[in-house]
């Protein structure tokens, strides 16, 4: 399940550098343009918006709007944002969409004026949290706006976004084969009698996190996989995103936890058993899932939610439950 993102961001006076550029741009001719395509007007969290119904260079202002962008079939612009400490897309990204794109930096510092100089005439925006960021984008392209990070399941997301656009059918697509390949998944754990119980942890200042944050736990859920009851954090019988916070001295708490997922670099570096204040504490150590070498990584871009975000993790599981 995706987490709120309380982040705070600044555009760095973007919105003077785009509205001295869009008039500058008036200036330039516009006799014998292709006409507008027909648009298809929605509703939004942040009022009515026009948008093209067949754009051919549409932008997704962060990676996850990239990668529905391109599960629904649209046609990109030639430079795509990328996370300020990343260097090209996520591997697990259809690469042969991307063939061709180059990627900018543009988060967690928002580029509006290079955004401006690609000229998108769609961009999807996901960073809805960003509550002024919507009438920063709509000078520049027709731009719909939703909150990805709210804590809600992606999909609900997805699915409303994709009817909102005209392209359910392409969504549906993805989520039939995303059924598919889980259903799969889950007859091959089930003819092994593979059931074990599982957390995502990860490890921060001083304390492990247990809980669901990340969409692993709808991947959890989607194999019938038992989630360690800790991952509740306010005790409603269902895993959460807040779940439970662990201190060094509470860790025999995961004694029951089967296998551990965690979040990792795009490298694979920085899996939890590399903490060294994790190392050096028995009651980690002895923790069954570490002492058989059940602790896994996956990539923690991930954890955001997007369709090829959902299929690698359900593919790091499969993995790791059956090698």
Request: proline share 6%.
């Amino acid at each position: 399940m995706t987490s709120s993102v309380s982040l705070r961001r600044s555009a760095l006076g973007a919105c003077a550098v785009v509205g001295a550029l869009l008039l500058a741009s008036c200036s330039s001719p516009t006799a014998g343009a292709a006409p507008k395509p027909d648009s298809i007007i929605a509703e939004t969290d942040f009022g009515e918006v026009a948008v093209p119904a067949e754009p051919r260079e549409a932008l997704g202002f962060y990676t996850t709007d990239v990668d529905i962008l391109i599960t629904l079939g649209y046609e990109l612009a030639d430079e795509q944002p990328i996370r300020d400490d990343w260097d090209a897309f996520p591997s697990f990204f259809p690469q042969e969409e991307l063939a061709g794109v180059r990627g900018f930096h543009n988060y967690p510092e928002f580029n509006l004026e290079h955004i401006l100089e690609i000229e998108p005439d769609f961009i999807l925006n996901g960073l809805g949290y960003e509550t002024d960021l919507h009438d920063q984008l709509t000078p520049i392209a027709p731009t719909y706006t939703y909150n990805a990070f709210d804590g809600g399941d992606w999909r609900e997301k997805f699915r409303t976004l994709a009817r909102d656009l005209g392209r359910e059918a392409q969504a549906e697509e993805w989520f039939d084969a995303y059924a598919a390949r889980a259903a799969e998944v889950q007859e091959q754990l089930d003819a092994q009698d593979i059931h074990p119980v599982v957390a995502d942890i990860s490890f921060w200042e001083g304390e492990v996190s247990v809980g669901c944050y990340s969409i692993s736990c709808l991947v959890f859920a989607d194999l019938g996989l038992e989630i360690t009851p800790l991952a509740d954090g306010d005790g409603d019988g269902e895993p959460d995103n807040e779940g439970r916070k662990l201190s060094m001295e509470q860790l025999g708490q995961l004694a029951d936890v089967d296998v551990i997922f965690t979040g990792v670099s795009e490298d694979g570096s920085g899996l939890i058993t590399e903490e060294p204040a994790l190392r050096k504490n028995a009651l980690w150590t002895d923790l069954p899932a570490v002492q058989d070498g059940r602790v896994f990584g996956y990539n923690y871009e991930m954890s955001y939610g997007s369709p090829s975000g959902q299929d690698g993790l359900l593919e790091t599981v499969r993995k790791a439950l059956l090698g």
